[in-house]
């Protein structure tokens, strides 16, 4: 068994051990329709993948560590010479097992006829009802009948319970081999959002660097855009999730980038925002710098042990503090956080873990109350932000906010990881101090044109 295999192995044995008498079960993402008969590329469940690797739709995967033979079941489309032709080559039942190290493997057809033997003798069944209500229907019509049959046969799954609260704070901790897929993607990422600083010129289009920075996203081996990219230029930049793309930039606009390559399933998530005409406004270079020092404070937060929101809290007290001084806030700063007045120009959280998926899986608090201790391993964003819309409302008692701060937005995002001692910026390639925000980038000696 090969090197990576070898770690989906590891994997799916320390999730046996939390699952003891009971069984698992994982269903691949499904086929998702673009239009008609036209659908979207292929992307697998990232807890499917995360367990096997296996890269195809209409497959199942059941862990039995209580089954005396089978403990990996993997049941998949079998080959099919036709259906290939049309939509490419299958793995197949035999090849499944013997690549994918299944303890035994099944045409996904025999599903019904299979899975009772795996679940008869299970303390419980570990199933997540997800987007496939014909499958859902399928596990709990099985787990009904096996109830029905307990008293007669003295044993079956009495429960049935989601299984991220065991696989979600195991993924959370990344491997090397994660980390090392990871920075493959931070690299891509760094290298696109490089290349953007050097094309962004007034009179382009915002669609013009979205393309070239997914092309070379595409270039250097990555699948493709971690997520819808962000490239928003003057105002467009206070609507968060702009995507539109489309508007001509012009001198005097900050354009704010937020994309990320994805990279063998692993993510990466970078947002910088800079001066189109190599300058700052007065007002743009105080917002960019008041951001810029919550993002400072904020990683300097994040090491093993602290509370997870502790890096929230220090960006909402620098910029709280910042816009007083600015005098786009008024009052004390305890009572303006404790009334989340700055919210108007700051509405979201200061990042997210960071993964298989782009807002990855993994508890923000352990309880109501209690905020997750940070962990070597874990890797999160770090993302603040100031958005002062062009129609921006605050509470009546707040001053009215003069015309020359409407329609700046500035965001700051790193890939942060947790080290046993402190953390790691992954993605400190990509500049972001004032100075080199404002200085001409150099002319990359290959990037779009190799």
């Given amino acids: 068994m090969d090197g990576i295999q070898a770690e989906y192995r590891q994997r799916r044995e320390q999730l046996m051990a939390k699952l003891g008498g009971s069984t698992g079960i994982f269903r691949s993402a499904p086929m998702a329709v673009m239009h008609n008969d036209v659908e979207y590329n292929f992307r697998q469940d990232s807890d499917f993948f995360y367990l096997t690797g296996f890269n195809e739709p209409e497959a199942v995967v059941v862990l039995a560590p209580h089954h005396e033979e089978h403990q990996f079941i993997l049941f998949v489309r079998p080959k099919d010479s036709e259906q290939e032709t049309w939509t490419g080559y299958r793995v197949g039942v035999e090849a499944a097992q013997a690549e994918y190290g299944a303890d035994v493997a099944y045409p996904i057809t025999e599903l019904e006829e299979q899975l009772p033997q795996y679940l008869k003798a299970a303390d419980a069944i570990y199933y997540h009802l997800g987007r496939d209500r014909d499958f859902n229907q399928q596990i709990l019509t099985l787990w009904q009948r096996l109830v029905a049959e307990i008293a007669k046969a003295g044993i079956g799954p009495t429960a049935l319970i989601d299984p991220s609260v065991l696989l979600h704070p195991q993924r959370l901790i990344k491997s090397e081999t994660e980390l090392m897929r990871m920075r493959q993607a931070i690299a891509i990422t760094a290298e696109a959002h490089n290349l953007a600083r050097e094309l962004a010129t007034p009179g382009r289009y915002e669609y013009e660097i979205q393309a070239e920075m997914e092309r070379l996203f595409r270039l250097r081996g990555g699948l493709g855009p971690a997520y819808p990219s962000i490239v928003a230029s003057g105002a467009n930049a206070c609507i968060l999730h702009y995507t539109d793309n489309t508007r001509q930039m012009q001198a005097g606009d900050l354009l704010l980038i937020d994309a990320g390559c994805s990279y063998d399933y692993y993510n990466a998530d970078i947002t910088r925002t800079f001066p189109i005409s190599s300058r700052f406004s007065d007002p743009q270079r105080a917002l960019y710098e008041l951001v810029l020092e919550a993002q400072t404070q904020a990683i300097a937060q994040v090491k093993p042990g602290n509370p997870y929101h502790t890096i929230h809290d220090a960006a909402v007290r620098v910029i ?126 290959s990037g779009h044109r190799s």
């Fill in 320 to 445: 709280t503090t910042g816009l007083v001084d600015l005098g786009l806030l008024h009052g004390e700063v305890d009572t303006l956080i404790e009334e989340e007045q700055y919210k108007p120009f700051y509405m979201h959280r200061t990042g997210h873990w960071l993964g298989l998926d782009v807002h990855d899986v993994g508890a923000y608090k352990q309880d109501a109350e209690t905020w997750q201790p940070l962990q070597a391993g874990q890797v999160l964003t770090v993302e603040p932000g100031i958005y002062i819309s062009p129609d921006i409302q605050l509470p009546e008692e707040q001053p009215p906010v003069p015309e020359y701060w409407r329609g700046i937005g500035i965001r700051i995002e790193d890939d942060v990881l947790v080290t046993t001692t402190g953390s790691e910026v992954l993605t400190q390639a990509v500049p972001k101090a004032v100075a080199e925000m404002e200085q001409a980038p150099s002319p990359l000696v």
